[in-house]
């Protein structure tokens, strides 16, 4: 049989005017998405200061100068440490609360609107109000931050403190600020996953004789499989990227203790103009990124299968 | 009958303990929001010791001051110039896009497609770096457009997938009628898919706006002229020059928060459908 071949004039004339249709989305991708793509690579092997005319190219000696870098894995640290926290304080309160909502409950509507409330804030704004209910200040023998003038008030004086300027409290408050401003996504996606598993399932494990927790053991939890690994790689994406939070939180000074990755790669490129280093860092860090994200795919391709 | 009303209690404390736990997580929302509207409106003499929830003498002036002195009314302004635009840009650019990756035919048609694809699901931590330094080259750092055109590129692969997966769902017997009744292919997306097309353009024009709305690193890194600045960058700039003027800084704030919060309460049920439908996404990726 013979395979005819299509591409006429009319055809051709037909194609372009289709790639029509997509030439400004391909157009804008190309020049931001792609070309920066291409150019934190080539970044990444030369040390420049970001006016010079000549890039020197170093090979691979912003990597393994990275290797050494021990503020750099401390960031990272940070990073994981601020995740733990996401992943454990923030969506264990976000589905608490989304199977709290499942149920019968007054002002189930009210409480929607309400908790998603705070992710629709800025990292700015949210840092910056919480800034000052953190601040550290006293005046007149007043504490002038609301958490420590609570504090004091209710006789708990021990407990009043410089909490963005301790390195023990500091990347905690972070932490759990992130934690405020981010458990509404969980919740209304756990909630919307709740909502489309069945209720007769849960009807027939009455009938069957199961308690509330037997219930929730085995029909609740392995229904919202699927949609917790979502929610858990969304988390794990998103609070290792933090960092307007913290800039706005706290004034990055000569302390390291609240560095995560993505300030380190501001400092490299904006404080000492090395913009080399700062794209083998992005690089670096992406890798991290990536890996982490593989890791959950399998462990959910896994759980699938069983 | 013991029994039962045992069993009673017990459901009437269960239902007693989850609305008291639902109410505080509401508060502990609603609270520093509170806070921050509260403090708006004291002065710095008072603002410091005052310890009661509401203020006696409501102060304004801070909200003349952060207009005036602050910058404020520019920098709204801009955050409206700079949402507005790249919303609209996106929705254009995208919908063309996803438009022909959903029902017009040419060579590439899919490699060009899990390009978008791919963008979304490789995270680059560090690319404002070479971004920067690419809009430097070209000149386009410090301009509107030169922004508009990098926060265009940030939401436009996320809304070519949603709009290409509603576009695949979508039954093409409307745009086959108009093809009939003689109808080019962009007559028959502005006036067939378009319209057609309005829960999931909704979610987009929410989700960007959001997104354009609250975006610091990049208006940080590329605007540097006040005239040019948005909100988030103006009120950052406000409160590392005026670190201690708290109730201006705070009248601030409610500036930059009152228009989103509004919009937010008026499209919200679109923001929970679009979050399902963003998940349906994620799963199958």
Not at chain 2, 12 to 19: E, M, P, Q, S, Y
Not at chain 2, 139 to 150: D, E, Q, V
Not at chain 2, 203 to 218: D, P
């Amino acid at each position: 049989m013979k395979i005819e071949l299509n591409i006429t004039k009319a055809n051709m004339f037909e194609w372009a005017r289709n790639y029509c249709f997509v030439l400004p989305a391909i157009a804008i991708f190309s020049v931001f998405y792609i070309y920066p793509f291409y150019e934190i690579f080539n970044l990444s092997l030369h040390e420049w200061n970001g006016i010079s005319p000549n890039r020197v190219y170093i090979g691979f000696e912003n990597f393994k100068e990275l290797m050494q870098d021990e503020v750099w894995w401390s960031s990272l640290v940070h990073a994981g440490y601020i995740t733990l926290i996401a992943l454990t304080f923030q969506n264990t309160l976000a589905f608490a609360l989304a199977l709290a909502c499942d149920r019968e409950i007054k002002l189930k509507k009210f409480y929607r609107v309400v908790f998603f409330i705070p992710p629709v804030l800025s990292e700015v704004v949210v840092g910056l109000i919480w800034q000052w209910i953190l601040h550290a200040g006293v005046q007149g023998g007043e504490q002038i931050g609301l958490l420590n003038r609570f504090l004091d008030k209710i006789g708990l004086h021990h407990m009043v403190n410089d909490w963005l300027s301790d390195p023990k409290t500091a990347l905690t408050c972070i932490a759990v600020v992130h934690s405020w401003k981010g458990f509404g996504w969980g919740f209304i996606i756990l909630l919307a996953g709740l909502q489309t598993i069945d209720k007769q399932l849960y009807e027939a494990a009455r009938v069957d004789g199961a308690t509330s927790w037997q219930s929730f053991r085995n029909v609740t939890v392995p229904m919202m499989v699927p949609v917790i690994l979502v929610v858990v790689i969304l988390t794990v994406l998103g609070s290792m990227q933090v960092f307007v939070l913290i800039l706005s939180m706290v004034n990055q000074g000569l302390v390291f203790h609240t560095e995560v990755p993505v300030t380190r790669i501001l400092v490299a490129m904006t404080g000492t103009n090395r913009f080399g280093y700062a794209c083998a860092m992005g690089i670096n860090f992406g890798v991290v990124l990536i890996m982490i994200s593989l890791l959950f795919k399998i462990i959910s391709s896994r759980m699938k299968q069983a | 009958m013991i029994q039962c009303n045992k069993y009673r209690l017990y459901s009437g404390a269960k239902n007693f303990g989850i609305n008291v736990f639902l109410l505080s997580v509401a508060v502990t929302c609603l609270f520093p929001l509170f806070w921050m509207l509260r403090c708006s409106f004291m002065s710095l003499d008072t603002i410091f010791v005052d310890k009661s929830l509401i203020p006696p003498p409501l102060v304004f002036t801070n909200y003349i001051t952060a207009w005036t002195k602050g910058n404020f009314g520019v920098y709204l302004l801009n955050s409206v110039i700079y949402t507005a635009s790249v919303v609209v840009g996106i929705v254009i650019i995208s919908s063309l896009a996803a438009y022909a990756f959903s029902r017009l035919e040419f060579p590439g048609r899919n490699f060009f497609f899990y390009m978008f694809v791919l963008a979304l699901m490789i995270p680059l931590p560090g690319s404002f770096v070479p971004l920067v330094v690419m809009m430097n080259k070209i000149g386009l750092a410090n301009t509107r457009i030169g922004y508009i055109l990098c926060m265009i590129n940030v939401g436009l692969s996320m809304s070519i997938l949603i709009l290409k997966t509603f576009f695949d769902k979508m039954p093409s017997d409307l745009e086959d009628a108009a093809r009939i009744d003689g109808c080019g292919r962009l007559l028959i997306w502005w006036h067939v898919a378009l319209p057609l097309a309005r829960p999931a353009i909704a979610v987009i024009v929410i989700f960007n706006s959001l997104n354009v709305w609250n975006e610091f690193i990049l208006a940080q890194l590329l605007l540097n002229d006040e005239a040019l600045m948005p909100l988030q960058k103006g009120v950052m700039l406000f409160t590392n020059t005026n670190s201690v003027d708290y109730p201006v800084i705070m009248a601030g704030l409610v500036i930059s928060v009152t228009p989103i919060i509004l919009v937010y309460l008026a499209m919200q049920k679109h923001i929970i459908k679009g979050l399902t439908s963003g998940t349906v996404i994620g799963e199958s990726c």
